[in-house]
């Protein structure tokens, strides 16, 4: 039963990932599962209009609307209510250090908006919907990071990975309750591809071009390694007073 | 007491003959298409349960329908559903999970189920420390209910559970609200939409009156999605319920028209499209008990 689970999960996964190998920094990416799905269903439509091409010159103003040729669709009321989904989550972000990452922290940053506090209710997985937006925007803002870096290919596994965990440190002090957000049944399968994303981008960039066996092999050690460091960099962190974190140097924390 | 034995007898013996000539289904099914049709093309005339009228009837008489089964209203409501409308109610405010501070108008909520539940789930609910500083702690919740008979229940009910503070009654028209624009974090209306003669002008009067990211949540009886129990769900509806309501409220009329009344309102995803047409963002919809009814949300952004 467990097998089939995890089996089911790694498809999906890997179907997921290997959009992600040729498309550098794109936000749709990481948009949530049903959205993939959606996408599925686009292709199949897209496909079936494709053979007959009678309905090709047809165009209803109903239809999605398709943006060049990765099939990414928008719709002009989702698109609005994404909008202030993200804006609430982006100022959410700032409540994190006073409220922790909880429903909170939402509902000051619906406030912080202008928006009713009550607007925390269009998150229905509340704080475990933050954490995945602040992870997503990580992915997405050191995949724009490894796009402007161009460098030999263990140099860049290392930078991105550090990269990647300077990210947390504003929020280092309640990164622990994320990752026990994370770990939540309804959070996990969204936080695992987050990882797998993660370290397929950095691996892309890095210049890996296996096809074999060797490409699971890679990710997955990378998927180790980074997560590792995650829990790591927090153990230390834990350690040592605030201060003296602070005035530590980049290396000598990361490398540690 | 023998006098009154008889009588109920004589009730029950009337209930049953009238649930054997209300019983075909079928009957009942081809009424209510002859009657949507009807109702799509005149333009003023609304539907009381199966029968067409005119809008102006329509709420006079669903005035006297509340009016009648105000008293016993609580109690047909436990008998009818088995206790179940208490778990929908339950959800229903879970599901709004009101934050500290919410301003919330219950529209047709005369009898204060909502209202008392949301008193309790706000009290219960722990605060955090920076607002118990600023003092927006104070939820408010106010009941609007069109009916006078409904409204008395609730205010009677509300000194028996100790809900003195945080409360207050007004009698208004859900197509009307007698309450400034913006005013309000959360709209519910639990049971009543279906009543409200016209449901698109009570939807834009929710939407005037809720703040921006004001939530809108309503629970309302709505369609049975598994067909099996469908069936039973009907019969047990036309069947059950009138003969219930004659025995318990001495009222077969006013059950006869709550029957209907659920057959004629709108299934999930359409009313969620009426939703959407009405301003609202986000709308979305939870069955419950597999469809008999179901919690539509939806947020003015």
């Given at each position: 039963?467990?097998g089939l ?16 190998i ?6 749709w990416?990481?948009r949530s599962s049903?959205m993939?799905?959606?996408k599925?269903?686009i292709n199949?439509?897209t496909?079936a209009?494709?053979?007959?091409p009678g309905t ?5 103003k109903?239809e999605p609307?398709?943006f060049?040729d990765?099939t ?7 698109e609005?209510?994404?909008d ?9 972000l700032e ?9 909170e922290a939402?509902?000051?940053?619906a406030?912080?908006i202008?928006l009713?506090a ?7 997985h ?14 997405v ?5 490894l ?6 290919s263990?140099?860049?596994?290392r ?8 990210m947390l440190i ?5 990164w622990?309750?994320?990752?026990g957000l994370?770990l939540?049944?309804y959070?996990?399968?969204?936080a695992?591809k987050?990882v ?7 691996w892309?960039?890095a210049g890996?071009t296996?096809?074999d066996?060797?490409?699971y092999?890679?990710?997955?050690v990378l998927?180790?390694l980074y997560g590792a460091?995650d829990?790591k960099s927090?153990?230390r962190y834990?350690?040592?007073t605030f201060s003296?974190?602070?005035?530590s140097?980049?290396?000598e924390?990361i490398?540690? | ?11 029950c013996?009337e209930?049953?003959v ?5 019983a075909v ?14 109702d799509v093309e005149e ?8 029968q067409a ?6 709420t ?12 016993s209203y609580d ?9 179940i409308?208490?778990l929908?109610k339950?959800?229903l405010?879970r ?13 047709a909520?005369g009898t204060g ?15 955090p ?9 104070d ?5 609007c209910?069109i009916?006078?008979a409904m409204?008395?229940v609730?205010q009677k009910?509300a000194?028996?559970?100790f809900?003195?503070s ?5 009698q ?9 624009s913006g005013?309000f ?9 279906r ?6 002008k009570?939807?834009?009067e929710?939407y005037?009156?809720l703040?921006?990211g004001g ?8 369609e049975v ?8 769900y009907?019969r047990?509806s036309?069947?059950m319920?009138p003969?219930?309501?004659?025995i318990?409220a001495?009222d077969?009329?006013s059950?006869?028209?709550l ?6 309102f709108p299934?999930q995803?359409?009313f969620a499209?009426?939703?959407e ?5 986000n709308v979305?919809?939870e069955?419950l008990s597999?469809g008999?009814a ?7 952004l």
């Amino acid at each position: 039963m467990a097998g089939l689970c995890i089996r089911s999960l790694l498809q999906k996964q890997f179907g997921f990932v290997r959009q992600g190998i040729f498309g550098a920094s794109n936000r749709w990416i990481q948009r949530s599962s049903h959205m993939f799905d959606d996408k599925k269903k686009i292709n199949q439509s897209t496909d079936a209009e494709k053979s007959s091409p009678g309905t090709e010159t047809s165009s209803d103003k109903d239809e999605p609307k398709y943006f060049g040729d990765e099939t990414v669709f928008f719709e002009a009321d989702e698109e609005e209510g994404d909008d202030v989904r993200e804006k609430i989550l982006n100022a959410a972000l700032e409540h994190v250090s006073e409220f922790g990452w909880s429903s909170e922290a939402i509902e000051a940053g619906a406030q912080a908006i202008g928006l009713s506090a009550m607007a925390e209710g269009m998150f229905p997985h509340g704080a475990g919907e933050l954490v995945l937006h602040f992870i997503e925007d990580c992915n997405v803002r050191l995949a724009d990071h490894l796009v402007t870096e161009r460098k030999s290919s263990r140099v860049i596994i290392r930078d991105a990975v550090e990269v990647r965990l300077r990210m947390l440190i504003p929020y280092i002090e309640q990164w622990p309750q994320a990752m026990g957000l994370m770990l939540l049944p309804y959070n996990a399968p969204d936080a695992a591809k987050n990882v797998a994303y993660l370290v397929d981008e950095i691996w892309y960039h890095a210049g890996d071009t296996s096809t074999d066996i060797n490409w699971y092999a890679k990710r997955g050690v990378l998927a180790g390694l980074y997560g590792a460091t995650d829990r790591k960099s927090w153990i230390r962190y834990s350690r040592v007073t605030f201060s003296s974190f602070h005035n530590s140097t980049q290396h000598e924390w990361i490398e540690q | 007491m023998a006098t009154l034995s008889v009588k109920s007898r004589a009730d029950c013996l009337e209930a049953l003959v009238r649930s054997s000539r209300c019983a075909v289904s079928l009957l009942s099914n081809i009424r209510y298409r002859m009657f949507s049709g009807s109702d799509v093309e005149e333009e003023k005339s609304s539907h009381f349960g199966f029968q067409a009228v005119s809008e102006k009837d329509k709420t006079q008489k669903v005035y006297r329908v509340f009016e009648n089964v105000a008293s016993s209203y609580d109690k047909m409501n436990d008998v009818m559903s088995f206790g179940i409308h208490r778990l929908w109610k339950d959800r229903l405010v879970r599901v709004l999970n009101p934050p500290a501070g919410t301003k919330l108008l219950d529209v047709a909520g005369g009898t204060g189920d909502i209202a008392f539940r949301f008193l309790n789930h706000v009290k219960r609910k722990k605060l955090p420390q920076s607002k118990v500083k600023s003092g927006s702690t104070d939820s408010h919740v106010t009941v609007c209910d069109i009916n006078k008979a409904m409204l008395d229940v609730g205010q009677k009910r509300a000194q028996t559970f100790f809900h003195s503070s945080g409360i207050s009654w007004i009698q208004g028209n859900a197509e009307e609200l007698p309450l400034s624009s913006g005013s309000f974090d959360a709209y519910t209306i639990a049971f009543g939409i279906r009543n409200v003669t016209r449901m698109e002008k009570a939807l834009s009067e929710a939407y005037r009156v809720l703040a921006p990211g004001g939530r809108f949540l309503c629970l309302e009886f709505s369609e049975v999605q598994n067909s099996l129990l469908a069936c039973a769900y009907e019969r047990y509806s036309f069947d059950m319920i009138p003969v219930m309501g004659h025995i318990i409220a001495g009222d077969w009329e006013s059950y006869q028209y709550l029957v209907e009344s659920i057959r004629q309102f709108p299934d999930q995803e359409e009313f969620a499209e009426m939703i959407e047409n009405a301003g609202f963002s986000n709308v979305t919809y939870e069955n419950l008990s597999f469809g008999i009814a179901a919690i539509h949300s939806g947020f003015k952004l």
